[in-house]
């Protein structure tokens, strides 16, 4: 199966390679990056939405919030200031894709 691995990425480095190395042997890891801003949001609900389940990992950050989002073919606003890791949870609701979270509550 595939699995979707979302999070903010500087802050929860060793966390994602947790994720990764845990999954390894079970599941095709997915990730997304792209190299404009206006593709970055696109791509990820793509990636996002052909995986079987999602992994949030939440730390201490909110994480980067796009000026832009893809709608109809468009780009608009952000007015609801929502982080690329907040876009993809609510990809994956919307999609009925299973999400489990984890929480990092030290600050270490």
């Not at 709608?71 to 919307?94: H, K, M």
């Amino acid at each position: 199966y595939k699995a979707y691995l979302s999070s903010t990425l500087k802050d929860l480095e060793l966390e994602r390679a947790a994720v990764k190395a845990a999954l390894a042997q079970h599941a095709h890891g997915r990730e997304s990056y792209s190299a404009s801003e206006s593709d970055l949001v696109t791509s990820c609900l793509r990636d996002l939405r052909s995986c079987d389940l999602v992994i949030l990992v939440v730390g201490l950050r909110y994480g980067y919030v796009p000026e832009f989002l893809p709608q109809d073919g468009e780009q608009v606003p952000n007015t609801a200031g929502l982080s690329i890791t907040c876009l993809e949870y609510r990809e994956a609701l919307e999609a009925k894709i299973p999400v489990y979270v984890f929480l990092k509550i030290e600050g270490n």
